[in-house]
């Protein structure tokens, strides 16, 4: 038997009622149970992604991301900036690796 296909508006109300259930945003687990929701291939297809949808559906119990913290004063040092450059080709040296741009005496 061949069920009718989604729609992005069938897909929110099954979201409202599994909200309305269980007092929680649905989970990917959960899209793979028996809950009456529709497929996390079918979600993605609808609504763009899953955190999308849940946007959708009930914003106010989406996580709120925590800001990514350093220590005060902390200097980042990533291996694009000049002094991370230097020790990343100290460390291919020091491995006898130099890679492309190093035989060529480039970068």
């Known amino acids: 038997m061949r069920y009718p296909p989604w729609t992005a508006e069938d897909a929110l109300a ?3 009622r599994f909200v ?4 929680t945003l649905p ?3 959960d899209l793979q149970g028996c809950y009456g929701l529709s497929s996390g291939r079918m979600i993605r297809h609808l609504c763009g ?3 999308q949808c849940q ?3 009930a914003p106010e119990l989406l996580p709120v991301p925590a800001p ?3 220590r ?3 200097r980042r040092v990533g291996w694009g900036r000049p002094r991370g450059r230097a020790r990343l080709h100290a460390l291919r040296r020091e491995c006898g690796r130099l890679g492309a741009q ?3 005496g480039g970068g």
């Open 72 to 74: 005060p004063g902390a």
């Open 102 to 104: 190093g035989a060529r």
């Open 68 to 70: 990514a913290r350093r």
């Open 20 to 23: 309305a259930q269980h007092g």
């Open 14 to 16: 099954a979201g409202r």
């Open 55 to 57: 946007g959708r559906l």
């Open 49 to 51: 992604s899953l955190r």
């Open 27 to 29: 989970k990917a687990t």
